[in-house]
Structures are given as structure tokens and as C-alpha cells.
């Protein structure tokens, strides 16, 4: 699943192409989690031009002209691919084609993509975001696993599966423990491992995959290796599932229950 480092990075490639261009045609193949029709999408974004393309939580918002909004949430497999002229990508489900010729298509084998008009922005702060001493009042009450809270969307917005352990892993931090049972100066560990780990993770990306608008490889990651058995450091990496979310974990850890 595209996450925050992933998504800033499609971003700015898809902005640098497309923005200042206007959407010429937009074809929805695959309308099965479709809210609106796919008319009101014509109606509302073709012959706009494109003003801006933003990163919400994990949602990328294109920006028209007159203020309606695209919302392309990629979910677990959905992939972003150019072409010109025809599409010629697989499991396409749908289709958005500009002024000067480019075209993008939007898969995913799943079906499991959600493209939304004019979505209702969350109040939940982004991860890259978090207000001061944030996590310490909404953690307060939360009985579930810190990687459940962490990952649900209902406290922190952006964070996913596979950063949400890296993060956890950079704090010492174990996946099962109890959010409210977390100690204030373990807390303020989180809250500086959240961006760290993911700014990192940006960096790693842009710097070997500058131009890249589909999600990469993940090998550089620490403990969310599902083809590894220990850690850079030589950890045995265990792994268990919480909340049906397969998850990577160390016994070096700290659990607080």
C-alpha cells in the first residue's frame, strides 16, 4: 500500500506533469465503489484546468479550477501508470487524460481503488503534523494496541501498515501495547519517531526512484521485511498479526499493558 513517503513523492512527479494542464476526459471502468455517479465527475471536472494536486492522510486531492476536487485513494494495490494515445494497462479501473496529450491510468488488480468528488476533509491530524503534546491527550482512554490507534486512522491520519511498525520499531516500542498505559516520556519518543521515520523513508525513495509515480521496493525498511528474518542491527524479526494486520516486531521492544 502507498504510504505518506510514497504518496508525497507521486505528488510532486504527477504536479510537475500535470499541473496548469486541463483534464480533457475522464473514464471511470470500474465504477463499483464509486459514491457519485461518474457523470457528476464529468460534469464537474472536464475542461477544468488541474490547479494543484495535494496529499491528504493517504489520498491524493487534484485540484480544479473552479474548486471541485478528484480524491484518489489507491487502497492496498491500486498503482498510477502515463500513457499516451491508448491504455494499455491492465486491471485499469480509471482513465484521466489532459490537454497536452498525457494520459494517466489508475489499476489495481483488487478493485479496491476509491475515487471520490469534493471528499469531506478529515479532522485528524496528518502524521507529519502533529501538534504538541497531541498524543499525549489522545492516547488517554485508547484501550486498544498502539498499532491499532496508530494505523485505524481515528488519531493520526496517513500512517499504514507498514510504516506504522518501522515507527514502533524506531521508538522501542511495542505493537501490543495499550495506548493509555504509555508513559508520557515514551510518548514524546513516538511523536519524534513518526516524522523522522517516514521523512527517511522519502528520502530513500526520491533519491533512487526521483521520478516514480507507482510504489518501489521496500527492502531499506528495518523490521517490516517480509523476506528477512533479522533486522539491519541482526535482530531476530518476529512477526504476528493484530487487528488481521500481519505485523513485524523485535523482542528489544518495550510493552506497556
Known amino acids: 500500500m502507498p504510504e ?3 504518496l508525497n513523492i507521486f505528488r510532486i512527479n ?5 499541473v496548469g494542464k486541463t483534464l480533457t476526459g475522464i473514464s471511470i471502468l470500474v465504477p463499483r465503489r464509486l459514491k457519485t455517479p461518474e457523470a457528476a465527475f464529468k460534469a464537474a471536472l472536464e475542461e477544468q484546468e488541474l490547479m494543484a494536486i495535494n496529499r491528504v492522510g493517504k489520498q491524493l486531492y487534484f485540484q480544479f479550477m473552479n474548486n471541485h476536487v478528484l480524491s484518489i485513494q489507491l487502497m492496498l494495490y491500486g498503482s498510477m501508470h502515463w500513457y499516451e494515445t491508448k ?3 491492465k486491471f485499469t479501473i480509471a482513465e484521466l487524460e489532459f490537454s497536452d496529450g498525457t494520459g494517466l491510468a489508475i489499476t489495481d488488480w483488487q478493485k479496491a481503488v476509491i475515487l471520490s468528488l469534493d471528499p469531506e476533509i478529515s479532522k485528524v491530524p496528518d502524521a507529519m503534523e502533529l501538534p504538541d503534546g497531541y498524543l499525549d491527550k489522545a492516547l488517554k482512554g485508547k484501550v486498544k ?9 481515528k488519531v493520526v491520519q496517513g500512517i499504514g501498515n507498514a510504516y506504522v511498525d518501522e515507527i514502533l520499531y524506531a521508538a522501542k516500542l511495542s505493537p501490543f501495547s495499550i495506548a493509555a498505559k504509555i508513559p508520557e516520556q515514551k510518548i514524546k519518543i513516538l511523536t519524534d519517531a513518526i516524522p523522522k521515520v517516514l521523512s527517511e523513508a522519502e528520502a530513500h525513495i526520491f533519491k533512487n526512484f526521483p521520478d516514480t509515480i507507482t510504489e518501489k521496493e521496500r527492502d531499506f525498511l528495518k523490521v517490516h521485511l517480509p ?6 542491527k541482526g ?10 494486520r500481519k505485523t513485524y516486531y523485535t523482542v528489544g521492544q518495550e510493552l506497556f499493558e
Open 4 to 6: 505518506i513517503p510514497d
Open 14 to 18: 504527477l504536479a510537475k506533469r500535470l
Open 87 to 89: 491504455n494499455e494497462n
Open 145 to 153: 494496541p498502539i498499532k491499532t490507534v496508530l494505523q485505524e486512522g
Open 227 to 232: 523476506k528477512h528474518k533479522l533486522t539491519p
Open 235 to 244: 535482530e531476530p524479526i518476529l512477526v504476528t498479526e493484530i487487528a488481521s
